[in-house]
């Protein structure tokens, strides 16, 4: 039998028990998941709106070299509901929508690592910042998981409505990634997420961390190679603005006299290493750029010396350019020889054929100067400047109206500096002569 001090004791546990079950009968919560539907309908099409708004906000912002891609999307219901349901189910008692931080989402998919950055900046530039989060980057080379820029932003107050108070708390979500950051993130989410991963499959986890440093590593070699890429460009865009003050200084002295002659820089050159053929003609370009013009034509033709190996398309390039360098050293037979071997292996090659016209047009042979910026306009007709060159030409040959056409051309092209006005004049004043 149990004594009277044992049967108060078991009295109270079973007292403490009920206590406790009916505490949590009177504080469980049971979400309406129909009402949270209807006040989710309620607002999708405003939220839609709204990402509608950032999204044509954030295209006119970001600004790079290539153009990104974008996603949008609300979250869908089941989606919201699931995860409702798994972090903050008691919100609803006191809000008809409660706000995910991912309700609400847009991802910028670039190309190149470097325009991460880059977009990151112009997008905290221009909005409210609340948070930003680099994810991946915490984890070792020996896991996997995908890298992405999370950025939650405040809701500009020019895309609220007045119509409708919006959740309390509401953001929206920008991812920023690359395109193979991208394409992992959405595999990943269908192997992992979707399905019943064990953590505890090795081989799996192996494979899925190569394939991940297999994806980094190719970012970073296309990062590699658009960096190469960009300085080539600038290297031949320094080239190229070099071959036309000189050709400038020679063909046009006669409507401007007093016009500066090109200046070359010798600063000392920081020679590329040498291995691959980009490697020697990234080396050659910078040598002609800063003025060493023996050593670019040395390389040039090493490159084109090795022709076996060369594609037609790339040997045509490299005699167009020794023969700028040729025309920088005023070597112009030479450098006529090297673009018309240019042509030979590329007849679409429009850029030849200009700097062909050029050379004759310097050695003051104007029709064939002629004949070559025809061919060079007959592939394409938008060269502003060949109509000029050409305008030249027929200048010197007295067929004024003909250069007073291709003048017009040029001008409608955009052209429209100094000498184009300077030959303008002259034109007027030679056809006014005629009619007299």
């Known amino acids: 039998m149990l004594t009277l001090f044992g049967s108060f004791f078991i009295a109270i546990v079973i007292f403490s028990c009920y206590s406790i079950i009916m505490s949590d009968v009177e504080n469980s919560f049971f979400p309406d998941k129909v009402a949270l539907k209807e006040s989710y309908d309620v607002f999708m099409p405003i939220l839609t709106a709204i990402l509608f708004s950032i999204e044509h906000k954030l295209k006119k912002t970001i600004n790079l070299p290539s153009k990104p891609t974008y996603k949008t999307r609300v979250k869908g219901f089941t989606s919201y509901y699931k995860k409702l349901m798994r972090i903050k189910p008691y919100a609803l008692k006191d809000e008809k929508l409660p706000a995910l931080s991912d309700l609400i989402g847009i991802r910028i998919i670039c190309p190149f690592l470097e325009d991460l950055q880059k977009v990151e900046k112009q997008i905290t530039n221009e909005f409210s910042i609340i948070e930003i989060e680099k994810k991946g980057t915490e984890r070792t080379f020996r896991e996997f998981g995908y890298e992405s820029i999370h950025i939650l932003i405040h ?59 297999s994806l980094s590593l190719a970012d970073i070699i296309f990062q590699e190679i658009r960096d190469y890429q960009n300085k080539l460009n600038n290297e031949l865009l320094n080239r190229r603005d070099s071959f036309f003050e000189q050709a400038d200084s020679i063909s046009k002295n006669f409507l401007l006299p007093e016009a500066p002659e090109a200046k070359v820089s010798l600063e000392s050159a920081s020679p590329y290493v040498q291995g691959t053929i980009d490697d020697m003609i990234l080396e050659a370009i910078h040598s002609h750029n800063q003025g060493y013009l023996d050593r670019a034509i040395e390389i040039y033709t090493l490159i084109i010396e090795s022709k076996p190996a060369l594609h037609e398309l790339v040997l045509s390039v490299m005699y167009k350019h020794r023969g700028m360098a040729y025309f920088s050293q005023n070597k112009y037979q030479n450098a006529l020889d090297d673009f018309m071997e240019s042509v030979r292996f590329d007849a679409s090659n429009f850029r030849s054929f200009y700097y062909v016209g050029i050379v004759y047009s310097v050695l003051e042979d104007h029709r064939k100067a002629i004949d070559y910026y025809d061919k060079s306009l007959e592939i394409n007709e938008f060269q502003a400047f060949v109509f000029f060159r050409r305008a030249l030409s027929y200048y010197h040959l007295k ?4 250069s007073m056409n291709d003048l017009d051309k040029a001008r409608k092209l955009g052209l429209d500096d100094s000498e184009t006005q300077a030959l303008k004049e002259t034109l007027i004043s030679k056809l006014g002569i005629g009619m007299n």
């Open 155 to 213: 809701i500009p107050e020019e895309f609220r409505s007045d119509k409708i108070e919006l959740p309390k708390n509401l953001v929206c979500e920008i991812q920023i990634r690359t395109i193979l950051q991208d394409a992992w993130a959405e595999v990943e989410h269908e192997l992992v997420y979707k399905s019943e991963f064990s953590p505890f499959d090795l081989p799996l986890r192996r494979k899925l961390a190569s394939m991940n440093a």
């Open 399 to 402: 067929d004024y109206t003909r």
